[in-house]
């Protein structure tokens, strides 16, 4: 195309291309959030279901004090004390981006089951960490103390 003398604006073509070069790298902004923030979602469910598992064997050798795990949240961030006393442990599960539900104690018997602490009108404990739509389930059964993590 010629343009005219003294003619100093762009092109429909030229806007077209810019408009187009802007919204393919604002998708791939959105695109790497949503990454980050699986990742934290999945990262701390792979903490806690661990810590989880951790506490169910140190229970098993132990005693059950050995293996309760107590759920705090301190300025927004998730931790678990696995024991008591000075042989307990503390593990930051989640910063305050990752939201937790659940039980605050959850303690296994001597053969690796749950305690149920008194709750007889269930037969599982769960556990759900979340950030927006990305959302992991922990199971934890009664009868056999099994850790499942399921993603939502």
């Known amino acids: 195309m010629k343009r005219?003398?003294?003619?100093?604006g762009f092109t429909l073509v030229e806007m077209v291309v810019v408009i187009?070069?802007?919204?393919?790298?604002?998708?791939?902004?959105?695109?790497?959030?949503?990454?980050?923030?699986?990742?934290?979602?999945?990262a701390a469910a792979k903490r806690m279901a661990f810590i989880l598992k951790t506490a169910r064997t140190k229970?098993?050798?132990?005693?059950?004090?050995?293996g309760k795990?107590?759920?705090?949240?301190?300025?927004g961030n998730v931790y678990a004390t696995i024991g008591t006393g000075a042989?307990?442990?503390?593990?930051?599960?989640?910063?305050?981006?990752?939201k937790y539900t659940g039980p605050t104690t959850i303690q296994f018997n001597t053969d690796g089951t749950l305690n149920m602490l008194g709750d007889t009108t269930t037969s599982t404990?769960?556990?759900?960490l979340f950030r927006g739509?990305?959302?992991?389930?922990?199971?934890?059964?009664?009868?056999?103390?099994?850790?499942?993590?399921?993603?939502?």
Request: aromatic share 6%; net charge positive.
């Open 20 to 42: 187009a070069v802007t919204m393919i790298l604002f998708s791939l902004a959105v695109l790497s959030m949503n990454l980050v923030t699986n990742a934290n979602v999945k």
């Open 59 to 66: 229970t098993m050798a132990k005693g059950p004090e050995a």
């Open 4 to 8: 005219r003398k003294g003619n100093k």
């Open 125 to 128: 404990r769960k556990i759900v």
């Open 87 to 98: 042989d307990a442990t503390v593990e930051q599960i989640c910063n305050s981006a990752v």
């Open 69 to 75: 795990v107590t759920i705090t949240t301190e300025g």
């Open 133 to 152: 739509s990305r959302t992991y389930e922990i199971t934890i059964y009664k009868e056999t103390g099994a850790v499942i993590t399921n993603w939502k």
